[in-house]
């Protein structure tokens, strides 16, 4: 199949597995922000980022290198899949033994046991995502993923909604979402049946997927410091109820994740092919030039409307999480295209450049939310969180034309970001002009973006070519 047409397939395929039940997630937002007050969300939200923090270290983010592995057909998959599970395994038992410490620290609330099965869930759920992803079956991992989502959903009304169990209810919620959704992957395909012993595996396959992980860890803890860190500042510096409207101020930029997170996993499977050669820089040019103008304009549209968005999803009390929710939309523009950048690296298996970029940009978070939260609170978190976005995707962008040089159109972008910048400006201001002229400035971030993505780029992505 030509490999634009396997791209846009896989990426219809995985929009399918994610973004109906993520709507309907957000949907529920009302109803989970009007039943939990902002000091529970907050605890809630920083049990999930203590989880987010503790497993790549724990598991080695093995979910990464069971895709890509997985996609190198010099591999035996099922071997892929066994060291998976097996330090996933590991993994879980580590965080056992750490749990107690955890639990004292007030980062794991009042259920460790419950935190740990949401631990040792989610990490496995996501090497079984990666095993589907990486023996190309995109079509049963969409069928995962709709069917994952909709069960922790569910069970999330049920248990924090219906039975009020709070924080407990989300986290049970979330752990039995995911073993159900194993249990009809295993009726399907019988992926256990592919589960060898760990220690008949040659070690010659251990040391290959650890020399692609390791470097991986830090990279790991770096993101999660840029993506996180200010929730802890936020905490020790202002109070956990602020950390519960913040944490709101997240969940609506997420569509943009959403949506970048399923291109991303589209693009893993073709970005690896003939990578390297004349055919494959054209095509991650193309492929970058299509998602930046798609994230652009994604995120001036919803930082028009950020307002209306919050009045209609966020309860009273987490009103103001609409303001910082602009500065983040930006963010995570730079913060998709960083992933991109990365799988020019990961395709290559130079995975060790990935970590500087991350960590340069974790330091310089760390520094910019001390300054930042002492003199605007949430919204200087905001703004960090968007700054060291920005310096992964720089360096990244300048540091990996040593491996391929891609066709960017800086004038574009450049001109794209200053009105965002604008734009974002004005909606702070509240005034009664604010909104048209955000929505002009959206018009020409239309104008700029709109003719190359929609008639020229997003045409030759879907066009059919000579096949691969």
């Not at 060291?83 to 749990?99: E, Y």
């Not at 200010?230 to 944490?247: A, H, N, Q, R, T």
């Not at 004005?426 to 929505?439: G, R």
Request: net charge positive.
């Amino acid at each position: 199949m030509n490999r634009y047409k396997k791209l846009s397939l896989d990426i219809v395929l995985i929009t399918i597995g994610q973004t109906s039940t993520k709507l309907i997630s957000l949907l529920l937002l009302p109803l989970f922000t009007g039943v939990l007050s902002t000091k529970e969300y907050g605890v809630y939200d920083l049990v999930i980022t203590t989880v987010s923090l503790l497993s790549p270290v724990m598991t080695m983010v093995v979910f990464e290198a069971v895709i890509r592995f997985c996609l190198d057909r010099q591999y035996d998959s099922s071997q892929i899949l066994s060291i998976g599970v097996a330090f996933t395994l590991a993994g879980s038992l580590a965080f056992s033994v750490a749990a107690p410490l955890l639990a004292r620290l007030g980062l794991t609330g009042d259920h460790p046991l419950l935190v740990i099965a949401y631990f040792f869930a989610v990490n496995m759920h996501n090497v079984i995502g990666s095993y589907l992803k990486g023996t190309d079956r995109v079509k049963l991992y969409s069928v995962f993923g709709v069917l994952s989502s909709a069960l922790v959903i569910s069970l999330n009304l049920l248990f924090v909604a219906v039975m009020r169990l709070g924080a407990a209810g989300f986290l049970l919620g979330g752990t039995l979402g995911c073993f159900l959704s194993w249990c009809v992957v295993q009726a399907k395909c019988n992926f256990l049946r592919s589960v060898v012993n760990p220690f008949k595996i040659e070690k010659e396959v251990y040391k290959a997927v650890t020399a692609y992980t390791l470097p991986m860890i830090p990279n790991s803890i770096s993101w999660w410091v840029s993506n996180s860190s200010d929730k802890f500042m936020l905490k020790i510096m202002v109070s956990v109820s602020c950390v519960g409207v913040y944490s709101v101020a997240y969940k609506v930029p997420t569509l943009i994740t959403v949506i970048s997170s399923i291109f991303i996993s589209a693009w893993q499977i073709s970005a690896v092919k003939d990578f390297g050669s004349k055919e494959s820089v054209d095509f991650f040019s193309s492929v970058y030039r299509v998602f930046s103008s798609f994230n652009i304009v994604l995120a001036s549209a919803l930082i028009c409307f950020s307002k209306i968005i919050g009045t209609l999803l966020y309860s009273r009390d987490f009103f103001g999480a609409w303001k910082p929710s602009m500065i983040i939309f930006f963010a995570y523009v730079f913060n998709s295209m960083s992933v991109m950048l990365g799988s020019v690296y990961t395709s290559a298996k130079q995975t060790k450049p990935i970590f500087y970029s991350t960590a340069a940009a974790a330091v310089s978070n760390i520094v910019m939310n001390y300054f930042f939260i002492r003199s605007m609170g949430m919204h200087g978190a905001a703004i960090a969180t968007c700054a060291s976005y920005m310096l992964i995707w720089l360096i990244r962008l300048i540091d990996s034309r040593r491996i391929m040089v891609l066709s960017v159109d800086y004038l574009r972008d450049i001109i794209s970001y200053a009105l965002i910048m604008v734009q974002i400006a004005l909606m702070y201001l509240e005034t009664s002009f604010s909104v048209h002229a955000a929505v002009i400035i959206l018009g020409a971030v239309l104008a700029i973006n709109g003719r190359k993505l929609l008639n020229r780029e997003m045409l030759r992505l879907l066009k059919t070519k000579r096949e691969a």
